[in-house]
């Protein structure tokens, strides 16, 4: 199975970056978007993981969300990652209580570590991927929704728990979840 860690915005923020969407995917019509289902921010991926290895990573990440508060997060902005003329990835800004969230984020990948999956060797930067071009070059269309995004406030979003999602088939479902300052 396919697994990935990450927090949810909540279903207010997530209906308004999917109104967002619809918007700006006029301007793109050929770009993947996400589905709304399946917007989150990834704190680790792990890739392919079976059920033992899977268990393990269940009884780590319990208290990692026991010791994390919860945290108010702001989605505004955006960019493309890529070519300015040609981004291969669109992207919206996350604000608010970054620090909390790249702590979260580098404690998840603590404990993950000793399980034998290899953190990023980049520092970690929130934001959540709005739509990718179908062509490895990018997509000139999607330029023109990075300027869309530069003045774009989408609200804010308590996050309160820390999810396990399995990826299948392109759909993400909730193999468990991990509340925040919860012991």
């Given at each position: 199975?396919?697994?990935?860690?990450?927090?949810?915005?909540?279903?207010?923020?997530?209906?308004?970056?999917?109104?967002?969407?619809?918007?700006?995917?006029?301007?793109?019509?050929?770009?993947?978007?996400?589905?709304?289902?399946?917007?989150?921010?990834?704190?680790?991926?792990?890739?392919?993981?079976?059920?033992?290895?899977?268990?393990e990573v269940e009884r780590v990440l319990r208290p990692v969300g026991?010791?994390?508060?919860?945290?108010?997060?702001?989605?505004?902005?955006g960019g493309g990652f890529g070519a300015p003329e040609r981004p291969r990835v669109l992207w919206a800004g996350v604000g608010g209580d970054t620090a909390a969230l790249g702590a979260l984020q580098a404690d998840v990948a603590a404990a993950l570590g000793p399980l034998g999956?290899?953190?990023?060797?980049?520092?970690y930067v929130a934001h959540l991927t709005l739509a990718r071009a179908r062509s490895p070059g990018g997509d000139r269309e999607l330029a023109a929704c990075v300027q869309a995004l530069q003045a774009a406030r989408w609200g804010t979003a308590r996050v309160e728990r820390v999810v396990l999602f399995e990826s299948q088939g392109g759909r993400y479902h909730p193999r468990a979840d991990f509340p925040l300052g919860t012991p």
């Open positions: 199975m396919r697994l990935f860690v990450a927090v949810t915005l909540g279903p207010a923020l997530e209906a308004t970056v999917t109104d967002a969407l619809r918007d700006l995917s006029r301007h793109a019509p050929r770009a993947r978007w996400v589905p709304p289902a399946n917007l989150h921010l990834t704190l680790s991926f792990l890739g392919d993981v079976d059920a033992p290895r899977a268990a026991a010791a994390h508060a919860p945290l108010e997060l702001s989605v505004q902005g999956f290899e953190p990023e060797h980049r520092e």
